[in-house]
């Protein structure tokens, strides 16, 4: 009787997280089978950048920060993913998530990340469209970042620098 209350408000919630509208409830029982909850109180580091990890993250509910060296990034809550990269490719975290917020997340493991993403056409194609948004907002970064560096004083006088070379 627990788990069935337990797996029936768990697939009460994924029916409003993006990725999983729509979804049967033959695929949402195979998320509840494969991914695991977790509650982080607020305050609490979920991910630390730099870190080694293999988990990726769907929030259910509550908010989280995300950071880069101490800085702000932006803010995550319901519906949000997070270190789907390291689920595809082990290396070390990106970014450190914070809990702003008492967050419960489905912790899914590189197997079932795997799983989900093959049987679960929204659950790919909400990861799939996130995932190109945030390289679209890096390529931004980068091609702002290029113009503010080829346009300083810096960058001028570095370039009418006389070369040295090696002997």
């Known amino acids: 009787m627990g788990r069935n209350s337990v797996s029936e408000k768990l697939v009460d919630e994924l029916t409003k997280v993006p990725g999983f509208k729509g979804c049967s409830k033959k695929q949402l029982a195979l998320v509840d089978r494969l991914t695991y909850r977790v509650t982080v109180p607020a305050g609490n580091v979920v991910i630390r950048e730099r870190s080694f990890g293999t988990e990726a993250f769907v929030i259910v509910s509550g908010t989280a920060a995300v950071t880069r060296q101490g800085r702000l990034v932006t803010t995550l809550g ?3 993913y997070f270190g ?4 595809i ?6 970014a450190t998530l914070t809990a702003l917020s008492a967050l419960t997340v489905l912790v899914i493991s590189p197997r079932e990340f ?19 948004n945030k390289l679209r907002a890096a390529d931004e970064t980068i091609e702002t970042m290029r113009i503010v560096f080829h346009d300083s004083p810096m960058t001028n006088a570095l370039s009418n620098a006389p070369m040295r070379t090696a002997s």
């Open 89 to 94: 490719d082990t290396a070390r975290r990106n």
């Open 114 to 132: 795997a799983t989900l993403v093959a049987d679960i056409p929204g659950f790919r194609d909400v990861l799939l469209r996130n995932m190109a």
């Open 84 to 87: 789907e990269l390291s689920a």
């Open 78 to 80: 319901p519906g949000d």
